[in-house]
């Protein structure tokens, strides 16, 4: 009889051992899922941000060539004007000439302007990726 209780002890024993074991898996498990999937809504979270802040960049950019289109349209008209109200071939040239000067002058303006935007805009968009980024790396090194 001792052999079977004997037996029968570590039965039990291996078999709440067993179910510890198994209950101490699940809940890892589950733990491990549920920080995964906070880390894939963090992960979105960012993706939303970043396409939010293109967006808007997306649309300064716009505006801002909207803008340029219309003055510089406005601008053109005007020197058409003053080169045809002009007396002589010399006047034309004179016109022409400062015209050609000022026309490139704020086109280069304009292009910095616009450089300043889409570069804000690139940052803005790239910031929310980057803390993710920070983030995952950050995690995997303490893990280590």
């Known amino acids: 009889m001792a052999a079977a209780e004997a ?3 570590t039965v039990e024993q291996f078999t709440a051992a067993s179910n ?4 101490d898996g699940v809940e890892k498990t589950l733990a491990a899922l549920n920080e ?3 880390h894939s809504k ?3 979270e960012a993706v939303v941000a970043s396409v939010t802040a293109a967006t808007k ?3 300064a950019l716009g505006a801002q060539a ?3 289109s219309k003055n510089a349209f406005e601008t053109q008209v005007n020197a058409a004007r003053s080169l045809a109200g002009a007396k002589s071939v ?3 040239m004179e016109l ?3 015209f050609a000067k000022s026309a490139l002058e704020t086109y280069m303006a304009e292009v910095g302007k616009m450089s300043e935007t889409v570069s804000a805009s690139v940052k803005d968009s790239v910031k929310p990726l980057n803390e993710r980024v920070t983030a995952v790396v950050e995690k995997l090194q303490a893990v280590r």
């Open 7 to 9: 037996a029968k002890t």
């Open 20 to 23: 510890v074991a198994f209950k």
């Open 36 to 38: 995964m999937n906070t």
């Open 42 to 44: 963090k992960n979105l």
């Open 57 to 59: 960049g997306a649309e």
């Open 66 to 68: 909207m803008a340029f």
């Open 90 to 92: 010399q006047e034309v």
């Open 96 to 98: 022409q000439t400062a």
